[in-house]
C-alpha cells in the first residue's frame, strides 16, 4: 500500500467504532498489514494515535516512547489503575517506569528507554 493512500484511510479508519463492513474489506486488511509491517505506515499511524492523546511525541526520546505513553496519560479515576499501561511517567518523581500491577501505583524505575536505548532526562 502507498503511503499517500495509506494516510487517507488513516483518516477514515481511526473514527470509532468503526462498521464491520468496513473493517471485512481487502483494502481494510491491505492498511492493517501496512500499520503492522510498513515502517513509515507505522509511524504516521503512532504519530496520529500520539496527537489525538493531546501529547508531543517530539517532547520525548522516540517515537515509541511517546507512543506507549498514551495509556499512561489517560485519566483515570481515584483509585483506578490502568492496566493497559506498560510504562508511567511519574510527574511528582519526574522519572519513567515501568509499572508493577499489584494493585497500587508502584512501578519500577527505569534511567533508559526501552525502544531506543537513549538516557532518559528527568
Ligand atoms: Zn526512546
Known amino acids: ?12 479508519y481511526t473514527k470509532l467504532p468503526l462498521p464491520r463492513e468496513i473493517w471485512e ?6 492498511y492493517v498489514e501496512a500499520l503492522h509491517n510498513d515502517k513509515e505506515c507505522s509511524e504516521l499511524y503512532k504519530k496520529h494515535y500520539i496527537k489525538e492523546a493531546g501529547l508531543n511525541y517530539k ?5 515509541d516512547m511517546a507512543y506507549h505513553l498514551v495509556e499512561d496519560a489517560k485519566p483515570l479515576k481515584r ?10 511517567y511519574c ?8 509499572p508493577i500491577h ?17 538516557k532518559l532526562k528527568k
Request: glycine residues 6%; aromatic residues 12%.
Open 1 to 12: 500500500m502507498k503511503v499517500k493512500r495509506f494516510k487517507q484511510l488513516l483518516k477514515i
Open 91 to 98: 510527574k511528582s518523581h519526574k522519572q519513567f517506569g515501568i
Open 25 to 30: 474489506t481487502e483494502e481494510h486488511a491491505q
Open 59 to 63: 517532547k520525548y526520546c522516540c517515537i
Open 102 to 118: 499489584d494493585g497500587g501505583a508502584s512501578y519500577v524505575s527505569i534511567r533508559y528507554c526501552p525502544w531506543c536505548g537513549s
Open 79 to 88: 483509585d483506578e489503575i490502568n492496566y493497559d499501561a506498560v510504562i508511567r
